[in-house]
T-cell receptor, first 114, second 115 residues
Framework: ETGVTQTPRHLVMGMTNKKSLKCEQH?????MYWYKQSAKKPLELMFV???????ENNSVPSRFSPECPNSSHLFLHLHTLQPEDSALYLC?????????????FGSGTRLTVV | EDQVTQSPEALRLQEGESSSLNCSYT??????LFWYRQDPGKGPEFLFT???AGEEKEKERLKATLTKKESFLHITAPKPEDSATYLC????????????????FGRGTSLIVHP
């Protein structure tokens, strides 16, 4: 286990469903991130939280809604998704800017929208 | 706009056949360059951070180097367990947001090492 835990590992949802992805870290990191990874594309940053405050929203559609109740937990609420939203969603954490030790990633949630 | 290009897109090696992966970048104000390894069905795993041209770092069979325009990940005498996708990311001053320097990732190089 990497220290960043994501649940569920796999999720299939219809376009009218509402679901949430969960991320948890107990590394004492102060920053948490949501990334989207699609086939043959670079990792796309979605949201950044520093000390529970959202500091980046990378032009993400409003059907994705993040929540960070404390520095250890991060959620991504999903509603009325489109098939093109099917991807691997990765959560990551870092201490500060993640320079010396980089980011610690979870194993991701494989999302399929049908 | 920052650009990170990794090559080759895919690489097949025989066990013991050394080679190098390339990450070229065109960014302003490089703050750090990262290498990650990603296994299928898992998230990326941090390998190295390089900060300045001329810097080198090693870990087992991997050695990362950095110049002003590119970084190389050298793999010496690879084994099948080195098979993975290797990702490069650059972190720049312009990417700063609320205290976070946001890295830009490349598309990765998929490495397969045959026994």
């Amino acid at each position: 286990e990497t220290g960043v835990t994501q649940t569920p590992r796999h999720l299939v949802m219809g376009m009218t469903n509402k679901k949430s992805l969960k991320c948890e870290q107990h590394l004492g990191h102060n920053a948490m991130y949501w990334y989207k990874q699609s086939a043959k594309k670079p990792l796309e940053l979605m949201f950044v939280y520093n000390f529970k405050e959202q500091t980046e929203n990378n032009s993400v559609p409003s059907r994705f809604s993040p929540e960070c109740p404390n520095s250890s937990h991060l959620f991504l609420h999903l509603h009325t998704l489109q098939p093109e939203d099917s991807a691997l969603y990765l959560c990551a954490s870092s201490q500060g800017n993640g320079g010396m030790w980089g980011y610690t990633f979870g194993s991701g949630t494989r999302l399929t929208v049908v | 706009e920052d650009q990170v290009t990794q090559s080759p897109e895919a690489l097949r090696l025989q066990e013991g056949e050394s080679s190098s992966l390339n990450c070229s970048y065109t960014v302003s104000g490089l703050r750090g360059l990262f290498w990650y390894r990603q296994d299928p069905g898992k998230g990326p795993e941090f390998l190295f951070t390089l900060y300045s041209a001329g810097e080198e770092k090693e870990k087992e069979r991997l050695k990362a180097t950095l110049t002003k325009k590119e970084s190389f990940l050298h793999i010496t005498a690879p084994k099948p367990e080195d098979s993975a996708t290797y990702l490069c990311a650059v972190q720049t001053m312009l990417g700063q947001s609320g205290g976070s320097y946001i890295p830009t990732f490349g598309r990765g190089t998929s490495l397969i090492v045959h026994p």
